[in-house]
């Protein structure tokens, strides 16, 4: 059985959470990601689980990483100046193989920047700004639906691994409403033998732990980690490629921003361009392949994102050179119109920017 | 027939302890293993320890262990004893980690009243990192970052930590005890069984404060280290029961 429900992404990404039997969430209220830490006061008990309101964000992850360490499905949320502040706490988590979720619904900046949606927090989400050599994979979605899709699919991800997961969608997904279908989902949960529960009179004591004082060790537990993300990269990789044989453009753009260039797309079509959209879905592990095998038609790549251009590195990185890239985003929580990607688009199909 | 009168607790592990000699934290983990082994719950605890001299306490004490982020271990232990709310749940934090770079933490886990217990070993510096000043370190006291003595002007009168957390009304327990001579060490066990029992009740926050010392940070040998908790410490830091519910 499924239904369909009207829901607000950010509310709509906590059902899904509870479904996927996360027990624990602890969040700090930040716009605008209120609705989450708002839902989850008022679901997590009734679903078995436990919401504490913490001090600040990096209480926050920090509790996440005692519930984890727990042994139980776990997350928080926060946007962007507050995932700024959990970034130490990511770092713990990956530095001592915990998983669990994070939600990002992004702001602009930098600083307390503003509370419109935003991409500015691509590298923030990809390459991390806690320390040490890592990575977590990032989710993006584009609609409500599929923010619920990707919250369950990232718990099970991130207990597979044992990793963070970021879910990372703009401030613009969190707060839109769209019909969802909500089928019936059961969680199915791994053993965790490692897990820190108090339960040493059954086994060997376990120990939660990222510090390692011999340097030949700890490279060894970071190859052994690095081991980890090969599978994942070889995995885990998703891409929505529409671009076809006899298409002059690739459209790149991730998250609700990729829904917009799908109208300039159509609007293109019209004055006779043809174009097709990539939207990466996961931005880590992002699908470089994807760039490497584009049809021989395609002249030209345009990137467009609500910054000032972070995912296009990816893409220089993927394409290799191969073909000519451009650029058109809108930042500060700005939102580019289907039209100006369609002129600017124009433009680069002419030749002339 | 030879009896044994006395042997390590089980609640430690057989690994030789990196700490100083002279130092106390070696008392201090003794008597809250013993007193886990008493209450027997040592197999249904999980230690928290974060940055500092007592970052490795995850090498020594016999059951679940946790090392956490500086500072950090109150939240830790939050998100830790909410979603297993049957098991003891214990942090070990120095001054440094708990008085300076973890008042947030410890502030509000006390403010939630987590039925968790605190171990907060004050010796007012910071020992791991080469005897720099703590929040803690005495008014004109010498040390790697206050060469010419801990000025008030410039870093404050030191801070009183009991006496703080005393005040906030989820509070169950604290105690202010001392490691420097036997009879104040056994009173110390005292008050450690008390705060975990406490906890086995589901009273709420328990922290005991133990004013402990760092011969090397100091400068001065194990027995001097020992008189300046007595004549020094002691007097600006009043042992006694700053809060207790029962």
């Known amino acids: 059985m499924s239904k369909k429900v009207l829901m607000k992404g950010n509310e709509a990404m906590c059902l899904a959470a509870i479904m996927a039997g996360c027990k624990a969430y602890f969040g700090y209220p930040i716009t605008p990601q209120n609705e ?22 990096i209480a926050a992850i920090n509790m996440v990483y005692g519930a984890a360490a727990g042994g139980v499905r776990a997350m928080t949320s926060s946007s962007s100046p507050g995932i700024a502040l959990k970034q130490e706490g990511i770092s713990y988590l990956v530095g001592s193989d915990l998983p669990c979720v994070i939600v990002s619904v992004s702001r602009g900046g930098p600083g307390l920047g503003g509370i419109l949606p935003s991409q500015a927090d691509y590298f923030q989400s990809t ?36 990793t963070p997961v970021m879910v990372l969608v703009d401030g613009l997904l969190g707060q839109m409403m769209e019909p969802v279908e909500i089928k019936d989902y059961k969680p199915t949960l791994i053993e965790k033998p490692w897990a820190t529960n108090g339960d040493s009179g059954r086994r060997k004591r376990n120990i939660v732990n990222s510090l390692s004082l011999n340097a030949e060790g700890l490279e060894e537990t970071n190859l052994r980690r690095f081991e980890k993300y090969k599978e994942i990269l070889k995995t885990e990789e998703m891409v929505e490629n529409h671009v076809k044989d006899g298409d002059e453009m690739a459209i790149v753009a991730y998250g609700t921003p990729s829904r917009i260039v799908l109208n300039a797309i159509d609007i293109l079509a019209e004055q006779g361009i043809k174009a097709g959209l990539i939207r990466p879905v996961t931005l880590w592990p992002f699908p470089y392949s994807t760039f490497a095998n584009l049809p021989s038609s395609v002249k030209n790549i345009l990137v467009c994102e609500l910054s000032m251009g972070q995912m296009i590195e990816d893409v220089r990185q993927g394409v290799q050179g191969k073909h000519p890239i451009h650029f058109y985003g809108r930042t500060g929580g700005v939102i580019f119109s289907p039209e100006e990607i369609a002129k600017k688009a124009a433009e680069v199909a002419k030749g002339g920017a | 027939m030879s009896k044994v009168v006395y042997e390590k607790s089980r609640g430690l592990t057989d690994v030789p302890m990196f700490y100083c000699p002279g130092c106390t934290h070696g008392i201090i983990h003794k008597l809250v293993a013993e007193t886990l082994v008493e209450l027997d719950v040592l197999e249904k605890t999980i230690a928290i320890a974060p940055v500092g001299c007592s970052v490795l306490a995850y090498e020594y004490f016999n059951c679940d262990c946790i090392q956490a982020s500086h500072g950090r271990a109150p939240a830790v232990a939050s998100g830790l004893k909410r979603t297993n709310p049957d098991k003891i749940v214990f942090t070990y934090q120095g001054d440094g980690d708990l008085a300076a770079i973890g008042t947030s933490e410890i502030v509000h886990s006390a403010h939630r009243g987590d039925n968790v217990t605190v171990i907060f070993v004050n010796n007012a510096i910071y020992g791991m990192t080469g005897g720099q000043m703590a929040p803690t370190t005495l008014t004109d006291m010498k040390t790697s970052t206050s060469p010419f003595g801990r000025g008030t002007a410039s870093s404050g009168i030191p801070i009183k930590v009991s006496e703080m957390l005393s005040q906030l009304p989820s509070v169950a327990y604290i105690e202010r005890v001392s490691t420097h001579d036997v009879a104040h060490v056994r009173a110390a066990k005292k008050a450690i069984k008390k705060a975990f029992t406490y906890q086995m009740e589901g009273r709420g926050f328990t922290m005991v404060e133990l004013l402990s010392s760092c011969n090397i940070g100091y400068g001065v040998s194990p027995v001097e280290s020992l008189s300046f908790i007595k004549d020094a410490m002691i007097p600006y830091y009043p042992l006694g029961i700053y809060k207790d519910v029962s």
């Open chain 1, 127 to 162: 390459r991390g700004g806690g320390n040490g050599d890592y990575y977590i994979p990032v989710y993006a979605p584009s609609s409500v639906q599929e923010s619920v899709d990707l919250t369950i699919k990232s718990f099970e991800i991130a207990d597979k691994y044992r």
């Open chain 1, 36 to 57: 989450i830490p708002e839902y989850m006061s008022q679901h997590m008990e009734e679903s078995g689980g436990v919401f504490i309101q913490a001090e600040s964000e």
